[in-house]
């Protein structure tokens, strides 16, 4: 029961490695939160209270958590290249019987992550510049404060083509993450995105080598025991990428400036910017899967009960 168990969710946590690292790529560090107890601890904000996941009944829908971390990468969009920190993504997976996931992120959003500093800053993502607006701008932000700009990718819709048999292989497309990136800085104003909801960057990692995988049983609330009624699959070391998502235009940036500030930075780093031109890489991904090992057992209440263990390793 157990090996059958292990393998499945290995295959599911193997997948959700990869998209998760892929989507936390570039972020925002928020605050602290709990740490759970045991073999609980990474899976300190999955959604075990979400209506789908207390919803599934162990039987046609089992719940399961996941949390993906990688401690830097890069990503490449463009002419512009940007090196990322610490990245930490969390979700909830719901498995159907009929082969299919379903993924649930948490209320507050899957997305923790060390902010990500643009090279150069605005000189370099807009300066020089043939219009003289901008050139104006350039010319006050030499050796200026004013010169960082942070990014920052934000979800703008739920991950779709979900292939948990990709999870397993390398150099195949496991999920498509739709998201846009948020570039901050006090000339660009407020709304500086590159992707949107209605054209947004989709990213679909692959595994570029197969992780190293490991496995453990515990009880609810999070104690090692043989004899626990939940498993946790890590999967660990493995690098991820993706080179084939384009990268469209920037727009909404500039105070007032009629889309000036938009066509400097588009022409400047190369945006928009074909399939093919880009890339994202994740290094020393870490990825663990938690669910019960026998659901049906629980059945109608295994949402429920899953939902109940965590809260009593948190609480």
């Known amino acids: 029961m157990r090996f059958s168990l292990g ?20 972020g925002t560090a928020t605050a602290a939160v ?21 919803a599934a009944d162990g039987l046609a829908r089992t719940p399961q958590c996941v949390v993906s971390t990688s401690p830097n990468g890069s990503i490449k969009l463009g002419k512009t290249t940007v090196t990322t920190g610490r990245t930490n ?24 992550a060390d902010s990500a500093t643009v090279p150069g800053g605005l000189l370099g993502l807009m300066c020089p510049s043939n219009i003289p607006a901008v050139t104006a701008i350039c010319e006050q932000l030499s050796n200026s404060s004013l010169n960082k700009i942070t990014a ?41 995105y590159i992707g949107s909801a209605a054209k947004p960057i989709v990213l679909r990692p692959e595994n570029r080598q197969f992780p190293e995988f490991g496995m453990s049983f515990f009880r609810g609330d999070g104690t090692v025991a043989d004899d626990g009624e939940m498993s946790r699959i890590n999967l660990t070391g493995a690098t991820q990428n993706d080179s084939s998502f384009a990268v469209p235009g920037a727009s909404g940036c500039g105070l007032g400036l009629f889309g000036l500030i938009d066509a400097a930075v588009n022409a400047k780093t190369g945006l928009p ?20 090992n026998a659901p049906g057992t629980v059945a109608p209440d295994a949402g429920k009960h899953l939902s109940r263990n965590w809260h009593s390793a948190v609480e």
């Open 152 to 192: 920052t990718v934000e979800s703008v819709g739920a991950p779709y083509d979900f292939n948990q048999t990709a999870g397993i292989l390398t150099d195949e497309p496991i999920v498509a993450l739709p998201v846009r990136i948020h570039l901050e800085n006090p000339f660009l104003g407020s709304k500086c």
């Open 89 to 112: 993504l969390q979700i909830g997976v719901i498995q159907n019987s009929d082969g299919t996931s379903s993924v649930v992120a948490p209320a507050g959003g899957a997305l923790i």
């Open 7 to 26: 393998a499945r969710v290995a295959t599911t946590a193997t997948a959700l490695g990869t998209a998760l690292g892929a989507f936390a790529s570039m």
């Open 273 to 292: 910017s074909a399939a093919g031109n880009n890339s994202l890489t994740l290094n020393n991904a870490q990825t663990h899967l938690a669910g019960l």
């Open 34 to 54: 709990a740490v759970p107890n045991g073999e609980w601890a990474p899976f300190t904000r999955c959604p075990v209270d979400a209506p789908a996941m207390l």
